[in-house]
């Protein structure tokens, strides 16, 4: 087993040991795929574990739901304080949080009618996603023959456990051909982001990365970087990028929960900028650090909730989790 399980998870109101949150095989979300998800990190600092931007991933979350029309019986509120509840009751000082909201065992057909929602709260410790030493010394990454579904096709902008069935082609082809991670194309040719991080370039100062044009998700962690750009004075373009600017890029990462600011030192095999991690980058990954472990005011109120308050004092914790949303 690649992560260590946790004792417990969060379903519909109450915690259950870890090896009873089970589905029925025909469940509509084993079968089709049909469910949505979150992931978040959770980080230790001097006041506890801390998850950050709690209330911008519970949003995105509803909004999964609402394209994917599933009613979910729970507030945006009592979701966060079920999350801060499996960290605190797992007794992690760090995790990643990963609530579900899946269609169970009842409808068999495309009409979901007559299959229940079902919501989960899991969490599990789990560090460097690409690898040992990748924040440090960046990755090596190729370019996807696997292209991105077209924005009429599956609906980027909500994290859906279906989509990832596009990631997994896209991350299994990579590994099988020797690189640790792939950016994908869009079905126009132009950049759109990697099996589940988002991708910006650096070129003369100044910070680039694709536009929301229907291919991609709109990163959390995308937008934290853009706000610490802008706060650090460097420019952020979105734009269209064609496949040769990644050649080109001064310096190059990804940005993601998982992935938090990874930097990437060679595309398709050709080194980016000094095939190290560059300045930019390595100014970003720093004050992103020291936002999401409490070291320094984060940029904007309510993108730490301090697990134990949302537990202690639930109601006072919950609402300054989603006060960014
Ligand atoms: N794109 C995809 C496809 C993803 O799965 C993720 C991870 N959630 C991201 C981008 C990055 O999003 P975030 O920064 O919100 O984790």
């Known amino acids: 087993m690649a992560f260590a ?3 417990w998870i969060w379903k519909d109101g109450e915690l259950i040991p870890w090896q009873h949150a089970r589905i029925h095989v025909l469940s509509l979300a084993v079968q089709f795929g049909s469910s949505v998800f979150e ?3 959770c980080y230790a600092t001097s006041e506890g574990p801390a998850i950050f931007r709690l209330g911008d991933h519970l949003r995105r979350l509803e909004d999964s739901c609402r394209i994917y029309r599933i009613d979910v019986p729970w507030t945006r509120e009592q979701l966060a304080i079920a999350c801060g509840t499996v960290v605190e009751r797992n007794g992690f000082d760090s995790c990643y949080v990963r609530p579900m909201v899946l269609r169970g065992y009842g409808a068999m057909g ?3 009618a007559g299959s229940p929602v079902e919501t989960y709260v899991c969490a599990w410790p789990w560090g460097t996603y690409l690898g040992d030493g990748a924040l440090e010394s960046g990755v090596d990454v190729c370019v996807s023959s696997w292209h991105r579904p077209a924005p009429n096709t599956l609906p980027s902008l909500a994290k859906a456990a279906g989509h990832y069935n596009n990631a997994q082609l896209i991350k299994m082809e990579a590994v099988a051909n020797g690189y640790a991670e792939a950016i994908a194309l869009a079905p126009d040719g ?3 982001e990697g099996s589940g ?4 370039l650096v070129r003369d100062g100044a910070l680039v990365t694709s536009p929301s044009d229907g291919t991609l998700l709109l990163g959390i962690t995308r937008h934290t970087v853009m706000r610490i750009a802008q706060e650090l004075g460097i420019d952020v373009h979105e734009q269209p990028i064609p496949r040769e600017m990644l050649y080109t890029a001064d310096e190059l990462f990804f940005t993601g929960t998982a992935a938090e600011i990874t930097p990437i030192r ?3 095999r050709i080194t980016v900028g000094q095939g190290t991690a560059g300045p930019v980058t390595r100014a970003l990954q720093k004050r992103f650090m020291q936002i999401v472990q409490g070291e ?3 940029l904007e109120e309510g ?3 301090h697990t134990r308050a949302l537990v202690d004092a639930p109601a006072v914790a919950a609402t300054g989790a989603v006060r960014s949303g």
Request: proline share 8%.
């Open 296 to 298: 320094i005011e984060p």
């Open 190 to 192: 132009r950049v759109s």
């Open 110 to 112: 495309m009409l979901p």
């Open 197 to 200: 991080q988002n991708v910006f």
């Open 303 to 305: 993108w730490l909730s």
């Open 39 to 41: 992931g978040i990190r």
């Open 5 to 7: 399980e946790a004792q």
């Open 266 to 268: 060679s595309v398709d």
